[in-house]
């Protein structure tokens, strides 16, 4: 059964400040991972995508980056504003199954402090 | 923003009470999959609905069950409301197999009471 593990479950930092937030998955036959950002209360947005034939995806400050073999992915936010508050998830979905049956961590509450 | 919406925001109901909510998909989207997001916690998949039937289903009793229409639009429907199923409930519209991306929709926030 696959598990997804996000950590930490909260981070606050300065503005500016580079960071890192981590992901887990326990079974390597994903199809592809995904970030997610959400703001509170509110729907999912797609940050990044990663087929499993990939290493990593980049847009603009974010930069994620698949390790299969190991079970691990990590976004890399780029000198971190306020607006970048909110809560991050990560999500996989299964070889063989249609892209959006989705599994997906418990997130990181993101602060960003002025 | 995305062309996935969701009705009603926002709804109330009381336990033992029946709810219908509904999601419209994306244009050119055959696809629509339903989770449930408690408070803190990440999506649980709920079901998927492919070109309407059904196609896998989560960890999720059979009151909770689904309807996808021609147009490619669905609904999730719950029974038997209990005050665990407080939670907000959102829908994603992608291509289905073989294609990746797609959009979630703003959510619905059920409260039981």
């Known amino acids: 059964k696959q598990e997804v593990t996000q950590i930490p479950a909260a981070l606050s930092v300065p503005e500016g400040e580079n960071l890192v937030l981590n992901c887990s998955f326990t079974?390597?036959?994903?199809?592809?991972l995904q970030w997610f950002r959400q703001d509170p209360g509110k729907g999912l947005t797609s940050l990044l995508l990663i087929q499993s034939s990939q290493r990593e995806q980049t847009s603009g400050r974010l930069n994620a980056s698949l390790d299969k073999s190991s079970g691990r992915s990590t976004l890399y936010i780029a000198a971190s504003q306020p607006g970048d508050s909110a809560t991050y998830l990560c999500?996989?979905?299964?070889?063989?199954?249609?892209?959006?049956?989705?599994?997906f961590g418990s997130g990181t509450r993101l602060l960003v402090r002025p | 923003e995305t062309g996935v919406t969701q009705s009603p925001t926002h709804l109330i109901k009381t336990r033992g009470q029946q709810v219908t909510l509904r999601c419209s998909s994306q244009s050119g989207h055959n696809t629509v999959s339903w989770y449930q997001q408690a408070l803190g916690q990440g999506p649980q998949f709920i079901f998927q609905?492919?070109?309407?039937?059904?196609?896998g289903r989560g960890n999720f009793p059979p009151r909770f069950s689904g309807l996808q229409f021609p147009n490619y639009s669905s609904e999730l429907n719950v029974n038997a409301l209990e005050l665990d199923d407080s939670a907000l409930y959102l829908c994603a519209s992608s291509l289905g197999f073989g294609v990746s991306g797609g959009f979630f929709g703003q959510g619905t926030r059920l409260t039981v009471v």
């Open positions: 609905y492919y070109r309407e039937e059904e196609n």
């Open positions: 999500a996989v979905s299964r070889q063989g199954d249609s892209s959006y049956k989705l599994i």
């Open positions: 079974d390597s036959a994903i199809y592809n």
